[in-house]
Structure formats: structure tokens, C-alpha cells
């Protein structure tokens, strides 16, 4: 209940930083988005919460382990679906950006037809490379080998389901109907909510049964986004044809994609093996954990940013250049002070938290979530910076040298790992590599369009920082004689409240303090 409470205060937030982001023609387009992603979020993460404390009890922490690092083992095969995703999301914003709806139509139909070979591709490699990677390496219980394998076809399958998806979904956001995730988002709560209810009825084998209705639940959703895609979108509906130019077009782009997706790979499941390699099943299940607690974290950030996405390419499309470095500024700026007026009392209150929601808590779960939420925060200023370079297109070197150094994540922390350091180092060496690749960006989009390295520490990093040093301090509050659930509160509280003052004397600018001062009056009906 607390939580809840304290995440709604965060998404009243995030509303009214909507307003102070956009123009004015595109205010009530993009907060209405904004909204339906909130509320889509909001539901997920109720349903996420209470379920992942469900299976952990039912699963127990070996068996969540293994499924852990089960699906991270098929998940490191889709890093070309990954790249992928940014290659259709771009190219359909382009084109819409441009009007032209057969040039949307062609893009849609090839992006299917590539994802279907993708998903070949998935269940090929995870079928041979996988599965021997798997019986070889992975440490998991002898007495479990039959079970592990189950799942890992499931998860196969399950992983294939969301590769299809991904022109659908691409093709949502490309249209900006962010309506359909808060449907969608009801139907799939409450099939996890079922899953969670026929996992306490079974009297087999529950960790098989998991990944079976995992599958069935992604095989329903996948189904909705068809169906509504082909009756919303003209240009949604799908036809097989061969047009080699798009189509090297398409992977041409994604090919550069490619880097950073298997980057990316490397530095969330390549890690997750990692661990399991030197440490077992019972870290990869603390990992599992944080990683649950980072997405739900990260997703006020993520819905933030995706209502923006298109405008910033789009804006990009249309050569207004001072809209377009507005935006990117801006969305950079807003998006670290919500997630920092949010993240700040789970930073705190990490370890009262875990054991409200978990009741058991595994060994080094805690320090993981931290790590996670100081990650986090350095992604949310980097997010706006990424899609800036995808919305020129010239992405060739700027995927080699960020790929480069994200991988690096991986060899570093092997030898960390080598010599006896702790499963937190490998978390540490990614938030020091993210620190720097933050600066590589800067100079990198300075060379790509004349990007104001000196704005930008201005602006979003030099306020970024006095909001931090201002706020930072109530970790050191005596607050030990307090009950967990209502530190949590206090802090919730306190954070919203705080951030919200030191952000708007020192994180805004004159301009930007009077528009929000008029839309907290049309907010509170001071004025019709």
C-alpha cells in the first residue's frame, strides 16, 4: 500500500513535467500518451510485485535461479532481434514523420518478414549452441536436469513469441496509440494473476509448469497485438514481397544495431552467466530479483521517454533543429529528476522493502538493487542522447565505439571475478564504464550535429548535480526507531516533497519555472 502511494506521487510528477517538455500543440497528445503508459505501467508492476514474491516462495530460490539463468541463456540469441527493434521503430517514425503511408506499409511488412527469420534463427541457435552451453556449463541440482530442460524449451518458444511481436509493437508506438498498453495491460495482469493461482494448485513439477504458462500467457498477448494492429492500421497488414534495397536498408541499419544489441546482451545475461559460473544458482537468483526491481523502477523513466521518442524524431524529420535539441535536453534533464525523487527512498529503505515484499530476502539481493538504482540513473540521462543518433541514421560508428566499451563490462569483470573480488563488483564496473560512456556520447554527438557539449553540462548535468548534493544528505536521517512501513512513507514522502522544491529552485530556469507554475494552476483549478 505504501508503495503504491509513493509511485502515483510519482506519476503526478512525471504528468506535469509532460507539459514542460513539448509544445504547446503537442501537449495534449503527448500527456494523454503519457497517461495510458502510466496506467499500463502501474498495472504491471502491482501484478509483477505481488507475483515474483509468489513464485519465489513456491519456486524456492534454487528453482527461481535456475529460471533465471535458463532464460538468460536463450535471451543472449535474440541480440539481432534487439537490434532490430531500433531499426523498425525508427525507420516507421521516419516514414510517418514523412506521410507517406506505403512507404509505412512496405516498411511494416518487411520488419515482419525479417523478425519471422529472426525467430528461426533464435530457435536454431538455441536449440544446438544453447542447449550445449547449457548441459556443459550451467551449475543447477543433478536431481533437476529433466525439469531445466522442460523449462528451457519453454522459454525458447516464449522468447520466440516476443521476437514476432516486435514490428507490432514498433508499429504502436510508431503511431502513438499508448491507449492499447493499458487494454492489453489488464488482459495480461490478469492472466499472471492466474498463473500465480494455478502454480499453487499443481501437484507436479512447478517449475515446468511455470514456463508452460509463461509461454501461453506471451502466445495470448501476441495474439491481441495482432489482431488490434490489423484493425487500427491500414498499413499494419501484413504482405510477403521482395524488395532487396529496403530490406538492405533495414538490416544495413540494424546491422550497426547489431553491436550495441549484443553489447547490451553481454552486460545484463552475459553477467547473469558470469555469476552462475563462479558463484551458483542462488546469486542468479538475487540477480533475477534486482533486475525485477530495476525495470520496475526504470519504467517511470521508460514510459516518460517512449511518449518522446517519436516527437524527437519526427522534430529531426521536419528540420526544426532547435526544437529538436530542446526536446533532447529536456527529456534528459526531467527524466533523472523523476527517477531520482523516486528511486531515492528505495535506495534507502532497500533492505525494509525487500522484506515487506519478499519476506525472505536472498544473500546479496540488497546491494544488487542498489547498484541497479544507481545504474538506472546514469540510463536515464543517456536515453534522449541514443535516440537523437538513431533519428540521424548515422549510427555506423557511434554503435562500434559504444559497443566497445559496454562489452568491456564482461572481460573486466571475469577478472575481478578470477581473483576472489565479490558477485557486487561486476554491478560496480557497469555504473564506472556507464559514467564514462556518458561522456564518450557527449563528444560523439558534438562531432555528429554541432551537439552543445557546454549546454548540456549547463543545463542538464551542472543541475543534475546541485539537485543531487541538495537532496542526497536525507540518507543520513536517524530514522531507526521508525517502523519499516512507515519509514517507507516518510521517505516517500519526503523525497517527492524535497526534490520537488530543490528541483524547482535550482533545477529549472526562469522560463521553465513559470510554465510550471501555470500548469500546477490549471492542474489545481486556480484558473479554468
Not at 508503495?3 to 495534449?28: C, D, H, P, Q
Not at 509448469?209 to 491481441?224: D, T
Not at 538475487?286 to 519504467?299: P, R
Not at 542526497?472 to 521517505?491: S, T
Request: charged share 15%.
Amino acid at each position: 500500500m505504501c508503495l503504491s502511494r509513493w509511485y502515483i506521487g510519482g506519476v503526478s510528477v512525471s504528468y506535469v513535467l509532460i507539459f514542460m517538455s513539448a509544445t504547446s500543440e503537442n501537449n495534449k497528445r503527448i500527456a494523454k500518451n503519457t497517461l495510458f503508459l502510466y496506467v499500463r505501467m502501474l498495472l504491471i508492476m502491482g501484478v509483477t510485485l505481488y507475483t515474483s514474491r509468489v513464485v519465489l516462495q513456491m519456486l524456492g530460490v534454487e528453482d527461481y535461479g535456475i529460471y533465471n539463468v535458463v532464460g538468460g541463456i536463450v535471451v543472449l540469441f535474440t541480440f539481432v532481434n534487439n537490434a532490430m527493434v531500433t531499426s523498425t521503430q525508427r525507420f516507421l517514425n521516419y516514414e510517418l514523420g514523412h506521410g507517406d503511408s506505403e512507404a509505412v506499409r512496405r516498411v511494416f511488412s518487411a520488419s515482419v518478414t525479417i523478425h519471422l527469420g529472426i525467430a528461426l534463427l533464435t530457435f536454431v541457435l538455441a536449440e544446438t549452441v544453447g542447449l550445449w552451453f547449457l548441459e556443459h556449463y550451467i551449475q543447477y541440482p543433478s536431481d533437476r536436469e529433466w525439469a531445466v530442460t522442460l523449462t528451457y524449451q519453454f522459454t525458447i518458444l516464449s522468447t520466440c513469441i516476443n521476437v514476432v511481436r516486435t514490428p507490432y509493437n514498433a508499429a504502436i508506438i510508431a503511431h502513438e496509440r499508448m491507449s492499447f498498453y493499458a487494454y492489453s495491460s489488464v488482459i495480461e495482469a490478469v492472466l499472471r494473476l492466474l498463473i500465480v493461482y494455478l502454480l499453487a494448485l499443481a501437484s507436479w513439477d512447478r517449475l515446468i509448469f511455470y514456463g508452460f504458462l509463461m509461454f501461453v500467457v506471451l502466445a495470448l498477448v501476441l495474439a491481441c497485438y495482432y489482431l488490434y494492429c490489423r484493425r487500427s492500421f491500414a498499413v499494419c497488414h501484413y504482405h510477403f514481397f521482395w524488395d532487396k534495397g529496403l530490406f538492405c536498408e533495414l538490416l544495413g541499419f540494424s546491422g550497426w544495431s547489431l553491436f550495441g544489441g549484443i553489447a547490451n546482451m553481454g552486460a545484463s545475461q552475459g553477467l547473469n552467466i558470469l555469476l552462475n559460473l563462479f558463484f551458483g544458482v542462488t546469486v542468479n537468483a538475487a540477480m533475477g530479483i534486482a533486475n525485477q526491481v530495476q525495470t520496475a523502477v526504470y519504467s517511470f523513466v521508460s514510459n516518460f521517454q517512449t511518449a518522446f521518442n517519436p516527437q524527437i524524431v519526427k522534430s529531426y524529420v521536419s528540420g526544426d533543429r532547435c526544437y529538436f535539441i530542446d526536446l533532447i535536453m529536456r527529456t534528459s534533464k526531467y527524466s533523472y529528476f523523476l527517477l531520482f525523487a523516486i528511486s531515492l527512498p528505495l535506495y534507502i529503505c532497500c533492505e525494509e522493502v525487500l522484506s515487506l515484499w519478499l519476506g525472505e530476502v536472498p544473500a546479496h539481493t540488497v546491494s544488487f538493487c542498489r547498484l541497479m538504482i544507481l545504474l538506472s540513473l546514469l540510463d536515464a540521462l543517456q536515453g534522449p542522447l541514443w535516440v537523437s543518433v538513431q533519428a540521424t541514421g548515422k549510427i555506423r560508428d557511434y554503435q562500434i565505439l559504444m559497443s566497445v566499451m559496454i562489452l568491456a563490462n564482461l572481460p573486466v569483470s571475469y577478472l575481478f571475478l578470477r581473483i576472489g573480488y565479490v558477485p557486487e563488483v561486476v554491478l560496480e564496473i557497469r555504473c564506472i564504464l556507464s559514467i564514462l560512456i556518458l561522456w564518450v556520447r557527449l563528444w560523439y554527438l558534438k562531432r555528429l550535429y554541432a551537439f552543445s557539449i557546454k549546454r548540456y553540462l549547463r543545463e542538464v548535468l551542472g543541475r543534475v548535480i546541485v539537485v543531487t548534493a541538495f537532496v542526497f544528505p536525507i540518507v543520513y536521517l536517524p530514522l531507526e526507531m521508525i517502523g519499516d512501513e512507515e519509514k517507507i512513507i516518510f521517505l516517500g514522502i519526503l523525497s517527492l516533497v524535497l526534490n520537488f522544491l530543490v528541483m524547482y529552485c535550482f533545477g529549472l530556469d526562469r522560463r521553465e519555472r513559470e510554465i510550471l507554475i501555470v500548469q500546477l494552476r490549471k492542474i489545481c483549478g486556480i484558473y479554468k
